[in-house]
T-cell receptor, first 115, second 114 residues
Framework: AQSVAQPEDQVNVAEGNPLTVKCTYS??????LFWYVQYPNRGLQFLLK??????LVKGSYGFEAEFNKSQTSFHLKKPSALVSDSALYFC?????????????FGKGTSLLVTP | DTGVSQDPRHKITKRGQNVTFRCDPI?????LYWYRQTLGQGPEFLTY????????KSRLLSNRFSAERPKGSFSTLEIQRTEQGDSAMYLC????????????FGSGTQLSVL
């Protein structure tokens, strides 16, 4: 079965420090991978996507992710964390045509950035 | 682009009652999706529309659930004979009919079944 895994329920980081939110995938073929963020009382928002090409993908709010085929990972990174980055982050893969290309979410990682 | 709109934001109901939620997607978005999210979990796919046609349903969608998208515009999700296990956030998302395109999510309807 295809899936994405987020091994950490919560990540704590001090403001100004680099942050990493981990994701590994088990998706056949060429995976279409995404990161979405969910702020409290707000809808899910798209951060970035990897389809093909450059393994380093840049997204919104200074986030980036590195696609690593040999390690089957797609970790989310940011060089310098902000308190406002505190939110719930989801690693996502896109299903095939039989699901209408629906997005399939990991269980999420809660990021807490402290001042 | 007014975004994806969902109504109501919150719904409290008693077990056994029927409830209906509405989703208005971004105009001209052909695809519309319903998801369910429970506390501590990621959203789970429920069903998908391409225009007015419901093309896929998850096994999570029991026969108490029904969704429609008349005329390929807004969509409704109805839950009949609600159970406490139906308590969750119900999310709607839409996208253009393009592969690899991101989904735009609404703020969701929080359902509490007492």
């Amino acid at each position: 079965a295809q899936s994405v895994a987020q091994p950490e329920d919560q990540v704590n980081v001090a403001e100004g420090n680099p942050l990493t939110v981990k994701c590994t995938y088990s998706v056949s073929g060429n995976p279409y991978l995404f990161w979405y963020v969910q702020y409290p009382n707000r809808g899910l928002q798209f951060l970035l996507k990897y389809i093909t090409g450059d393994n380093l993908v840049k997204g919104s709010y200074g986030f980036e992710a590195e696609f690593n085929k040999s390690q089957t990972s797609f970790h989310l990174k940011k060089p310098s964390a902000l308190v406002s980055d505190s939110a719930l982050y989801f690693c996502v893969y896109q299903g095939g045509s039989n699901s209408g290309y629906a997005l399939n979410f990991g269980k999420g990682t809660s990021l807490l950035v402290t001042p | 682009d007014t975004g994806v709109s969902q109504d109501p934001r919150h719904k409290i109901t008693k077990r056994g009652q029927n409830v209906t939620f509405r989703c208005d997607p971004i105009s001209e978005h052909n695809r519309l999706y319903w998801y369910r999210q429970t506390l501590g979990q990621g959203p789970e796919f429920l069903t998908y529309f391409q225009n007015e046609a419901q093309l896929e349903k998850s096994r999570l969608l029991s026969n108490r659930f029904s969704a429609e998208r008349p005329k390929g515009s807004f969509s409704t999700l109805e839950i009949q004979r609600t159970e406490q296990g139906d308590s969750a956030m119900y999310l709607c998302a839409s996208s253009p009919s393009i592969l690899e395109e991101k989904l735009f999510f609404g703020s969701g309807t929080q359902l509490s079944v007492l």
